[in-house]
């Protein structure tokens, strides 16, 4: 309780520091984004599912340098980083696992079938982002297989203008490495962008680069970003778009996977990411939209360091998937319905050769004939050559009750299915299980949500059973002193979850005003239910947040911004803790100025494995665009 104390008086004395900030326009208006759910376009304020949104706007606000920071920020995703940087983090949402959060990237699933732990390998720099979109609640009837628990939907800018955009930052803890002399700890970074708009076409060229010397023994970093983005508009009813993303991410894995023994571990992992896209309209009532799309990783880890071939694996994947969506609008609705198949294979040395396919279909309706009423109601059918047949209905409900309220309920099953580590993998610390079944899970959620103009804000309560959950555990009995038990998955039985959650995004002064203050707030409450054995010691079962609060400040002045992004987590198997990021920016015509101090109060934490996270940490930038 003195904790809790403590940590609410640092909050206050964070929001009353600085009342002179900064001009950001805001030009993105919430209630009108569009939700691409694959096939059926539905506004933000018409949802009825469980939406978070962070806007182009909060980006460059807030005081984070990865996606894996972003993310910490959305209220009920859960961000375990076993490295800052953006150089190794495990996203879940709502007390899931995160095997059971789908990845996507502009609707198209990128999610890793060796390890979600590379889903967040991401070829996508910063600058190169729009929004970010996170779906709560079983998704596999939008997306598929593996949305178990929800999905987060990357979506990467339209060019509008020909400008190219330069950024660096640098900063330090100004703290000796904690198990080394090698100096000081820092991290530094560079983003380049080029973007070219003509009257059909538009691209967009982005490079980003950063590195680290690591903050303890063995946890220096470095990361390479390329991503091409292109669209070719004919026309007002066609739409041609393509990407290309490489990245290629290396870091020092100490205490990343299999801690203590894997000290001098070390892993590089090289990712390559394409897709075609198109959407045509054929008729004022159809459209269709086709896609195909290929992943391609690379992961090599060194158990016991570069130095030996001893304990070092290396595996390759690739996924090569294909779709089609249409939608048919009627008079009294609209129908969706649509194909995909997904071909996943991996050759591993710890692993093994393996393929396995996945078919999907589905059909979905949408209307909004009975008055103040909006419903969605479908079913996906899955096929998978190795778990065989799914089928997973769902049903969304809105009822408007006055302009700005309305009552929401949804309700859907999902399925998430082994990764290749889960069945097959063959190490000193951690063996597959080829006998492990996917996990199957229902969840219901009703809530209210009120939305205006200056004002979003929603209150949920949701209750989720998961039927066969995996789970990686070992034995904690006495073994032969320099004996490695190794982490084997077992489905372990039911996994319920019941969860409150609430959040409110209000624009406090008027749009004109000369000081202007923004501000989130949210609230997460997850009450998890699972048994383990006696003597039994849990990987993941056992991480989740059991409460989360989140509050953000923008104070914005003339050319200054003051934000400030403050969180508190109170996890199940570790400590609670509190941290507060600041960042004060000034823009010039072109060129903006920005100063960040992240952990404010230099709180000690670990969010995943044995890693204990940055202390506090200074750093500052300087981003450029020149337009021509």
Partial sequence: MLNKKISLTKLAILLSIGTSSAQVKDTTTLNEVIINQNRLQIPFSKQSKNIQILTQEDIQRLPNRSINELLTNIPGVDVRQRGPFGSQADISIDGGSFEQTAILLNGVKITDPQSAHHNMNLPVPVEAIERIEIIRGPASRIFGINALTGAINIVTKTVESNQVIAQVYGGSSFKDNEQTSSGKYYA???????????????????????????????TASNNNKLYYDATYRPNGS?????????????????????????????????????SIQ????????????????????????????RTTTKGRSKHYSNVFGAEVNA????????????????????????????????YGGYLEFKTEA??????????????????????????????????????????????????????????????????????????????????????????SYFHRDIN?????????????EGTVVPWKPSNIGRNTVDGFNASVRYQLSDPSAT??????????????KIKIEDGIRSKYAIENLRQQVILNLT??????????????????????????????????????????????????????????????WFSLGAKYKFKY
């Fill in 555 to 616: 104070v914005n002045h003339k050319n200054w911004t003051l934000t400030t992004a403050n969180r508190f987590n109170e996890r199940i198997s570790y400590k609670s803790y509190f941290i507060a990021d600041i960042r004060a920016s000034y823009q010039f015509t072109d060129l903006n100025i920005f100063a960040d101090v992240q952990n404010i109060f230099d709180k000690s934490y670990i969010e995943a494995a044995a890693i204990p996270m940055p202390g506090r």
């Fill in 370 to 459: 009975i008055a103040n009423l909006m419903l969605n109601a479908g079913a996906y059918v899955n096929y998978n050559s190795r778990f065989g047949w799914q089928v997973f209905p769902g049903l969304d409900l809105g009822y408007t009750i006055t302009e700005h309220w309305k009552f929401v309920l949804s309700a859907g099953s999902a399925q998430r299915i082994p990764s290749f580590t889960d069945l097959y993998t063959n190490q000193t610390a951690n063996i597959g299980n080829p006998d492990l079944t996917s996990e199957n899970a229902y969840q219901i959620e009703g809530g209210i949500k009120y939305l205006s103009n200056r004002i979003v804000a929603q209150a």
């Fill in 188 to 218: 530094k970074g560079a983003q380049l962008a080029t973007q070219f708009n003509t009257r059909h076409s538009s691209h967009g060229l982005y490079i980003g680069h950063e590195d680290s010397n690591g903050q303890r023994y063995n």
């Fill in 278 to 305: 198109s959407q045509h309209q054929l008729t004022p009532a159809l459209s269709i939209s086709p896609r195909i799309s290929n992943r391609y990783n690379e992961d090599e880890y060194w158990y016991l360091g």
């Fill in 515 to 528: 000081t202007r203050y923004y501000t989130t707030i949210s609230y997460n409450y997850l009450n998890p």
């Fill in 468 to 480: 066969d959950f995996i789970d990686w555990q070992k034995n904690e009995g006495a073994v032969a």
């Fill in 327 to 358: 939608a048919l609008e009627q008079q009294y609705g609209t129908f969706g319905i649509g194909l995909e198949s997904r071909f996943e294979r991996i050759n591993s040395t710890a692993i093994g050769s393996h393929n396995r396919e996945n």
């Fill in 238 to 274: 066609n739409l041609l778009k393509a990407n290309f993303g490489y990245i290629d991410n290396q870091f020092g894995a100490n205490g990343y996977y299999a801690a203590p023994t894997d000290k001098e571990a070390y892993e590089q992992v090289k990712t390559a990411f394409s």
